[in-house]
C-alpha cells in the first residue's frame, strides 16, 4: 500500500504563486510514477502534470504548461507542485496519486490517492 497526503492548499490572488506538497509512504517509489490531478467543481478529474520517480521525468497539461512544476525530494519522499502565476481558472481540489504505470495521465491508470486540497484563486 502507498499512502498520499497532500497539503499546501489555500487562497491566493490571480498572479500568485503556492506550492503543494505529497508525503508518501509506504512503498519504495522508485518505480512509481507520482501524478498531480484537479478537479473543479462540477467538473471531471483532470491531469495536471507528473513525475516519473526514476529519472525524474516530467509532462504536463497544456493548460498548465509553463506555469506549474513538478517535483520530488528523494531523502524525503515528497512529491511537490509548485504553481506560479495562477489564475481562477486553476481554481479546484489538487489530488496526488500515485501508479506503477510508467508515465500515466489518466486517472483510471492510477491506483493510489491523496485526499486533497482545496487551491482557491480570487480574481
Known amino acids: 500500500q502507498v499512502q498520499l497526503v497532500e497539503s499546501g492548499g489555500g487562497l491566493v490572488q490571480a498572479g500568485g504563486s503556492l506550492r503543494l506538497s505529497c508525503a508518501v509512504s509506504g512503498r519504495t517509489l522508485s518505480r512509481y510514477t507520482m501524478g498531480w490531478f484537479r478537479q473543479a467543481p462540477g467538473k471531471e478529474r483532470e491531469f495536471v502534470g507528473r513525475?516519473?520517480?526514476?529519472?525524474?521525468?516530467?509532462a504536463y497539461a497544456d493548460s498548465v504548461k509553463g506555469r506549474f512544476t513538478v517535483s520530488r525530494d528523494n531523502a524525503e519522499n515528497t512529491v511537490y507542485l509548485e504553481m506560479n502565476s495562477l489564475k481562477p481558472e486553476d481554481t479546484a481540489v489538487y489530488y496526488c496519486?500515485?501508479?506503477?504505470?510508467?508515465?500515466?495521465?489518466?486517472?483510471?491508470?492510477?491506483?493510489?490517492w491523496g485526499q486533497g486540497t482545496q487551491v482557491t484563486v480570487s480574481s
Open positions: 496519486a500515485a501508479t506503477l504505470i510508467a508515465g500515466a495521465r489518466t486517472t483510471a491508470s492510477y491506483n493510489y
Open positions: 513525475i516519473i520517480w526514476t529519472g525524474g521525468l516530467t
